[in-house]
């Protein structure tokens, strides 16, 4: 009778399957790093990306108020513009990047700079994989990259990192007014909300360096006769701080250094804060610094 025939040792046939997965970011990721405000209208960040494979990481910068994010294939394209909700509604990007992933799981970055101060901003982030482009032998599928249907949105606020500028009342500078025998008004005008900083010394004496003013002093810490602090509460406003000198000195206790009843820079005022000497028919010379809500000088 018959029976089945059948090979004695079977035949081997190796497939490599083709990769039709989109990468996975890292938890966490991507990001916004280093977010700071450096040097004035220059500002840095940084977009990190992590994820579990090698590719590429794409990225649009724009502003907040855009009519229409950007799809994945108009982030990819890295041109300058794109179209919004109709082909009249183009959409200018403000930065752009393109960065290599060389190796899975690894933190990189793509280095950002120059956005403007106090805005509000989207960073639009798409990943994509190699994809598996081999010819060798046994390797029946080629594929392009895979990468995000939708990118992934990260938003930031950039920080103020502009000082303060006078801006008046004359000509764009600071004055006095009200000058008396022994005591006048100082009066400034800002840009922005701010303080200012002045320092009162005898007209000769040497000039006070940024951080001496800062601490509301003169040259190396001596011979400020008179400071403190006028707040600017409103932009492209007159402010006002009258300088009075101490009339008694030797009896008044907050020219004794015993005197802490003040709060001030450190632990207690200052005493050219709470103890002004101004003298009548004498030349002095004020020192004005501007520091704005961020610590700006």
Known sequence: YRTNNYQAVPNLVTIYTGDFRVPVYNPGYP?????????????????????????????????????????????????????????????????????AIPSAYNQFQYHVSGFTDETYYHVYVVIEDTGNNSTLTNIYITDDPNYQ?????????????????????????????????????????????????YVVVLNGSPHPSLEDLKLLAGKDGEGALACGIIDVTASYLNMTGTVEGILNPDTEPACHDSFYGLEGLGNAQQFCSRCPIIDSETTYDIYLLAKDDDDNW
Do not use: C
């Open 31 to 99: 990001e916004i790093q280093n977010l700071e405000a450096s040097a004035p209208n220059f500002r840095d960040l940084d977009v990190a990306v992590a994820m579990d494979e090698v590719g590429t990481a794409y990225f649009y910068m724009v502003y907040a108020n855009v009519t229409k994010p950007p799809t994945s294939l108009q982030v990819k394209s890295q041109h300058a513009s794109y179209i919004g909700n109709s082909p009249s509604d183009v959409i200018s990007v403000v930065d752009k990047g393109t960065f």
């Open 149 to 197: 249907v939708e990118p992934n949105l990260l938003v930031f606020y950039a920080p103020d990192g502009t000082p303060p500028v006078w801006v008046g009342p004359v000509n764009g500078l600071p004055t006095t007014a009200n000058v008396y025998g022994t005591y006048f008004d100082i009066v400034v005008q800002m840009d922005e909300i701010a303080e200012a900083y």
